[in-house]
């Protein structure tokens, strides 16, 4: 297991469950909810190390030395307990949420603590979630789950209501900005800035998106839209080449891609560059010429349906990716600019 450096912007969060774990007043249940790329798996899983730590009483980390410690960094610690989607999979199914109940029936190895992290908890089936629901209305002795959701929404009420939130929003920009600029040393200022605005401000997003493959791809996606707008490719060429990447990955950079041309679009209509939050309008090739092609008004209309097409990803039992990318293709194809000729 690698090592979980604390993030600079989830300080408050941190000491105010530390502060709760010292006065044996830890929920039982905790919903770490917040957009992806903010850390919020990485929060999870110092907690689950800390949890398990056999020094937890004098350390504010996991000490990194005790047997325990040990054994979660070799991800060997059998109280230790994560649910994901299976392979190939995009739900957690029932069958999971029994096999995990079973475990928890079982005495912990260690004495201590069992945690259960489920990442993320809304891939949860309704039955899943229904049946996971049982266990966190009687839990069995002293376990913590952690569940960690990207869209916290999408589970039951019901399941919401027995957790604690721990809500984890993007962070500050500047305070992004710095941490990448130690993240991804050898990136430029500009392209890392460019990086968190498709990343929608979270960080560890943006460090992927910092990759040169990462953003060949988002400047492939860019001049899809582009060749949409001006119609030199047709929507089921486009959307086929989309499908690879998968709908929920394309909707939401389609959607990222169409907020950073907003954010150029208004820059260039001032003098400086800049848009009205004094951030730089930098923009690659692909960018500038997709901008070229819009408007205010049909960007604000690509942006409303790739958005739609994203969070009607979210839902993906029975979704056929393949028409809902043509739909969405089509869509982009058929829109107007209302910009006068000549301009």
């Not at 610690?77 to 199914?93: C, F, K, M």
């Not at 929507?235 to 950079?253: C, H, I, K, N």
Request: proline share 6%.
């Amino acid at each position: 297991m690698t090592d979980l450096p604390a993030l600079p912007w989830q300080a408050r969060q941190w000491d105010r469950l530390r502060a709760a774990l010292a006065a044996d007043r830890l929920a039982h249940a905790l919903l770490l909810r917040g957009p992806r790329g903010v850390g919020k798996g990485v929060f999870a899983r110092r907690l689950a190390r800390l949890l398990l730590c056999e020094a937890r009483p004098r350390e504010n980390e996991a000490c990194g030395r005790c047997r325990a410690c040990a054994l979660t960094a070799a991800g060997t610690h059998p109280d230790w307990l994560t649910v994901s989607p299976e392979p190939d999979r995009a739900t957690i199914g029932i069958a999971q949420i029994r096999d995990l109940i079973e475990q928890l029936g079982l005495t912990a190895h260690h004495g201590g603590y069992k945690v259960v992290l489920v990442d993320p908890a809304q891939a949860c089936t309704r039955e899943a979630a229904n049946t996971l629901l049982k266990t966190l209305e009687e839990p069995p002795g002293a376990v913590v789950f952690l569940l960690v959701a990207h869209q916290a929404a999408l589970l039951p009420a019901t399941v919401r209501s027995r957790c604690q939130s721990v809500t984890f929003p993007v962070p500050d920009r500047a305070e992004a900005l710095t941490w990448l600029a130690r993240a991804v040393p050898d990136v430029e200022p500009a392209a890392a800035e460019a990086a968190l605005d498709l990343a929608g401000g979270a960080p560890l997003d943006a460090v992927v998106l910092c990759a040169p493959e990462a953003r060949a791809r988002i400047d492939a996606l860019t001049e899809d839209l582009r060749a949409l707008l001006v119609r030199q490719r047709s929507a089921v060429d486009v959307a086929g080449g989309w499908q690879a990447l998968g709908a929920v990955q394309t909707t939401e950079r389609l959607t990222r891609v169409l907020q950073q041309a907003a954010r150029v679009l208004a820059g260039s209509a001032t003098p400086s560059g800049q848009n009205r939050d004094g951030q730089h309008a930098a923009a690659s090739s692909a960018m500038q010429a997709l901008v070229a092609e819009l408007d205010f008004e049909r960007l604000f209309e690509l942006h409303d349906a790739c958005r739609a097409a994203w969070r009607g990803c979210a839902l993906r039992q029975g979704l056929n990716e393949q028409l809902l990318l043509e739909q969405l293709a089509v869509t982009c194809r058929e829109s107007q600019s209302t910009r006068p000729a000549g301009r």
